[in-house]
C-alpha cells in the first residue's frame, strides 16, 4: 500500500452478516468475526469495526469493541492486521484517525497476529507475548519434530484405544468442568458466583462462535470417559486454540499431547495449514515463571514460538 491510507467506520450491529462478509473478503480472522465479538462484549460495548482502504480500495478490516464514555471512547481489538502490503506507519495513522473521532484509549491486540512488525507508535505502551503456530505438515514430520518427552507421551497414548471426537452435548457445561480442573492443578478457588459466570462465558461462545460455525470443542476419550478436551477456533486455513483442559486422569497421563497431535492429523485432512496453540506472556520462557510449564508444553512439539506485540494508546501521551 504505496498510499497513506483511509479509515472508516462499521457498525456491526447494524449489520453483523454484512460485516463478516466484509471481514472474510479481506482476509480477517476470527478474532475480527461479530460472533466472536459478541462474545466477549460485555457492559456499554458495541460491536464496531474499521475498513482500512487505499486509494478507495478496501484493504483490511478491524474487528473491535467500541465503548462510549464521558471523557471519550475506548476501542478495543482482539488483534491486528497481518503487515503484508500494508504501511508501516499504519497503527500510528490509526490512532491518530481515533483520537479524531473522540476515542480516548486504543487497545489493539494481538491474538494471531499484532503490531510487532508496524512502526513503534510514539506514547504508546505495548506488550508482547509469545504465540505458537504449527504449520502442519506431513504427519511423519510433525512426529520427528517432538521432544523426547513428548514422544515418550504419545508412544505410550497410542497404545490405548483413545478417539478424538467433537463434544456435542452440552459444550459449555464440559468446558466449564475442565477449566475447573485447570483452576484446582493451579491451587485456584472461585468460587460459587465465579463458577456462573465462567459458565456463562462459556454459553455464550456456544451460541456465538461455535454455532456460528468458527468453533468446535474436541475431547480426547477413553470409551466414554473425556480425558481432555480443547475448544478451538476454526477460520479458513487456520485453528486457534483458545481453551481447554485435562480430567486429573488425563493430565497424569499427558493426554493432550494425543488431543494436538490427533487434531493436527484432522485438520491436516481438512486442508487447515496452520494450528495455533495459542499463546503465554513473554516472560513464561524463563524458568519459575508461573506459565513456565505451559511454555514447555507446547515448545515440546517442536514449534517456534512466534512474538507478538499488542498496543495500547491514550491519545494524551500517558501510557500507563
Known amino acids: 500500500m504505496s498510499t497513506a491510507p483511509d479509515f472508516a467506520w462499521r457498525d456491526i450491529e447494524a449489520d453483523p452478516a454484512g460485516w463478516d462478509r466484509t471481514a472474510s473478503d479481506l482476509g480477517a480472522g476470527v478474532f475480527h468475526r461479530a460472533g466472536f465479538l459478541a462474545a466477549h462484549r460485555f457492559g456499554r460495548a458495541r460491536r464496531r469495526g474499521v475498513v482500512i482502504a487505499a486509494a478507495g480500495t478496501p484493504a483490511a478490516a478491524l474487528g473491535g469493541l467500541f465503548t462510549a464514555r464521558p471523557g471519550g471512547a475506548r476501542f478495543q481489538t482482539h488483534g491486528f492486521p497481518p503487515r503484508g502490503l500494508l504501511p508501516s506507519d499504519l497503527p500510528g495513522r490509526l490512532c491518530a484517525?481515533?483520537?479524531?473521532?473522540?476515542?480516548?484509549?486504543?487497545?489493539?491486540?494481538?491474538?494471531?497476529?499484532?503490531?510487532?512488525?508496524?512502526?513503534?507508535?510514539?506514547?504508546?505502551?505495548?506488550?508482547?507475548?509469545?504465540?505458537?503456530?504449527?504449520?502442519?505438515?506431513?504427519?511423519?514430520?510433525?512426529?520427528?519434530?517432538?521432544?523426547?518427552?513428548?514422544?515418550?507421551?504419545?508412544?505410550?497414548?497410542?497404545?490405548?484405544?483413545?478417539?478424538?471426537?467433537?463434544?456435542?452435548r452440552r459444550p459449555a457445561a464440559v468446558l466449564t468442568r475442565v477449566q475447573r480442573h485447570w483452576e484446582a492443578r493451579k491451587g485456584e478457588e472461585a468460587g460459587l458466583m465465579g463458577l456462573i459466570r465462567l459458565h456463562g462465558f462459556h454459553r455464550r461462545l456456544d451460541r456465538e462462535v461455535g454455532r456460528a460455525g468458527l468453533a468446535t470443542l474436541y475431547g480426547l476419550y477413553d470409551g466414554d470417559t473425556l480425558l481432555t478436551a480443547a475448544y478451538m477456533l476454526e477460520c479458513g486455513e487456520r485453528a486457534f486454540y483458545m481453551l481447554g483442559?485435562?480430567?486429573?486422569?488425563?493430565?497424569?497421563?499427558?493426554?493432550?499431547?494425543?488431543?494436538?497431535?490427533?487434531?493436527?492429523?484432522?485438520?491436516?485432512?481438512?486442508?487447515?495449514r496452520v494450528l495455533n496453540l495459542g499463546g503465554v506472556p513473554?516472560?513464561?520462557?524463563?524458568?519459575?515463571?508461573?506459565?513456565?510449564?505451559?511454555?514447555?508444553?507446547?515448545?515440546?512439539?517442536?514449534?517456534?514460538?512466534?512474538?507478538?506485540?499488542?498496543?495500547?494508546?491514550?491519545?494524551?501521551?500517558?501510557?500507563s
Do not use: C, Q
Request: no cysteine; glycine share 10%.
Open 245 to 272: 483442559a485435562s480430567s486429573p486422569d488425563g493430565y497424569r497421563i499427558g493426554a493432550s499431547v494425543g488431543l494436538f497431535m490427533a487434531l493436527a492429523g484432522r485438520y491436516m485432512e481438512r486442508g487447515i
Open 282 to 319: 513473554r516472560e513464561a520462557e524463563k524458568d519459575g515463571h508461573e506459565e513456565h510449564g505451559v511454555y514447555r508444553f507446547k515448545t515440546g512439539f517442536g514449534i517456534r514460538p512466534a512474538a507478538r506485540t499488542s498496543l495500547l494508546y491514550h491519545p494524551d501521551g500517558d501510557a
Open 97 to 168: 484517525w481515533l483520537r479524531a473521532e473522540g476515542v480516548a484509549e486504543a487497545d489493539l491486540g494481538s491474538f494471531d497476529s499484532g503490531v510487532e512488525d508496524y512502526d513503534r507508535v510514539p506514547g504508546a505502551r505495548t506488550k508482547d507475548r509469545l504465540e505458537f503456530p504449527w504449520a502442519l505438515e506431513a504427519p511423519e514430520a510433525l512426529k520427528a519434530a517432538l521432544h523426547s518427552n513428548h514422544r515418550r507421551k504419545l508412544n505410550k497414548l497410542g497404545k490405548m484405544a483413545l478417539e478424538l471426537r467433537p463434544v456435542t
